[in-house]
């Protein structure tokens, strides 16, 4: 049958999933990713760590490299992250004034999104701005700045790379909570104040049998403001060893988070953080989890894989 770009693309969906170079140099990786997906995100390569690890010495032959891929296999390209907390070199957060910050923030902007406009069709402009409590997390920018890094670095994104649909990604927004209502307070003011912002991500790190019932709820309240709304990573971990029925109730997962997706209009993709085991973070991060993801070890679909074709 159809390959899920195939049935994707038929009906102007995009499913995604996050690549790293390392993973572009595996004939594995490569053969289910070329045929699988028709959108990747930079995993790592776009992060500030690896575009920008000194002041003004912009590095862009990692994400270059992704960027190669998706045009010469013909995927939408999402870029990933121009402004977060982590893998932040150290030079960023040494101590200077808040107007020398600000001009740190607008110049990695303006370097990465400058470099890759036209190539990138959306960017996570900012990336986990929120604390569990829908407050905004004490980062170094937020702390330094306040909440207008993020409309700075939305502004400044917009500048550089016109064409690009800008995106707050954050994770455990999925439903309907104080951190998802936050997200959503956040945009009533940046809209209000006419700062560009186009979309809401939702990475969808979730664990197996806890897909939030409210969901398409979630995701309406969000395209109902005019934003498309993205999953933007997700995969669902299972306790290790993953049996048959926690597989089973994986792939109904998959089945409901794509399914809501795709059932509102301004839902736009489903990007997962990986392929298969080989290039999943879960394990390495949540130890004695994993199988998160649609293909396994030996790079086969699980039972995930046709639900989640199904559910387009
Ligand atoms: C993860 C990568 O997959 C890892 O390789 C890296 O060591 C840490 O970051 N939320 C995000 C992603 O927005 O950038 C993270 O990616 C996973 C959680």
Redesign the pocket.
Known sequence: GPTLAQVATARGFHVGT?AEVNSLASSQWRYVADSQFNSVTM??EG?WDATEPAQGQFDFAAADAIADYTAATGKRLRG??LVWHN?LPAWVSAERTAAEQRQVLIDHVTGVAGHFAGDVAQWDVV??PFNEDGTLRSSVWYTRLGEDYIADALTAARAADPAAKLFV?D?NVEGVNAKSTGLYDLVRRLQARGVPIDGVGL?A?LIVGQVPSSLRQNIERFTALGLSVEIT?LDVRIPLPADAAELTQQAADYRAVVGACAAVAGCTGVTT?GVGEVDS?IPEFFPGYGAALLFDEQWQARPAYSAVVEAL
């Open positions: 996050a995993g790592n992060k990933h992250t893998q990336n986990e990604n994770y990475q790190h990573e953080w973070w």
